[in-house]
T-cell receptor, first 113, second 116 residues
Framework: QKEVEQDPGPLSVPEGAIVSLNCTYS??????FMWYRQYSRKGPELLMY????GNKEDGRFTAQVDKSSKYISLFIRDSQPSDSATYLC?????????????FGAGTILRVKS | DAGVIQSPRHEVTEMGQEVTLRCKPI?????LFWYRQTMMRGLELLIY????????DSGMPEDRFSAKMPNASFSTLKIQPSEPRDSAVYFC??????????????FGPGTRLTVT
């Protein structure tokens, strides 16, 4: 079993829809949770970062972490064609686990205009 | 800042040849990571360095792969001999351990390697 599970999609939605992207994980040592966005033929870029449990909002994007269920989500409101990309969740522990990130497989999102 | 710089952007080589990928991290960053991305396996961490010292190379697939970081501004990933199953996009990323917690990793544009 992988440490981080993410449905690869693809997920296709109409413009303006609310998008929900999710990851589950098995390592209870993970404390830092990130979402990276990767456009075609580009490197991943950090989109949002959350420490421990809770919600974080940034414009049309909301990240949620539920450590009790080992489940994280990214919501995109009023989705735009420019949001079409691959979204990768990533997470890491602290202390001895250092700066090593564990990535999900990535979900391909297509927003149709 | 120019960001993380990788070269070459594309490499096509024949099986058995030596391949060297190069990376220049963002100035001042003390961590450097090498990843490989394929459709089948996603983004895999191969090795990472802290202050030019390899910390974890458990992701390096086999002895054909080696990585060096001779100074703070340059790293190489070498594959010798290359095989068709090494075909992938190889990313270099760097980060700064500023104690803020996020340790955001900044990725380069990647090197697309094709081994025929």
């Amino acid at each position: 079993q992988k440490e981080v599970e993410q449905d690869p999609g693809p997920l296709s939605v109409p413009e303006g829809a609310i998008v929900s992207l999710n990851c589950t994980y098995s390592n209870s040592a993970f404390q830092y949770f990130m979402w990276y966005r990767q456009y075609s033929r580009k490197g991943p870029e950090l989109l949002m970062y959350t420490y421990s449990s809770g919600n974080k909002e940034d414009g049309r994007f909301t990240a949620q972490v539920d450590k009790s269920s080992k489940y994280i989500s990214l919501f995109i409101r009023d989705s735009q064609p420019s949001d079409s990309a691959t979204y990768l969740c990533a997470m890491r522990g602290a202390g001895e686990y250092g700066n090593k990130l564990v990535f999900g497989a990535g979900t391909i999102l297509r927003v149709k205009s | 800042d120019a960001g993380v710089i990788q070269s070459p952007r594309h490499e096509v080589t024949e099986m058995g040849q030596e391949v060297t990928l190069r990376c220049k991290p963002i100035s001042g960053h003390d961590y450097l990571f090498w990843y490989r991305q394929t459709m089948m396996r996603g983004l895999e961490l191969l090795i990472y360095f802290n202050n030019n010292v390899p910390i974890d190379d458990s992701g390096m697939p086999e002895d054909r792969f080696s990585a060096k970081m001779p100074n703070a501004s340059f790293s190489t990933l070498k594959i010798q001999p290359s095989e068709p199953r090494d075909s992938a996009v190889y990313f270099c990323a760097s980060s700064l351990s500023d104690g803020g917690g996020s340790y955001e990793q900044y990725f380069g544009p990647g090197t697309r390697l094709t081994v025929t």
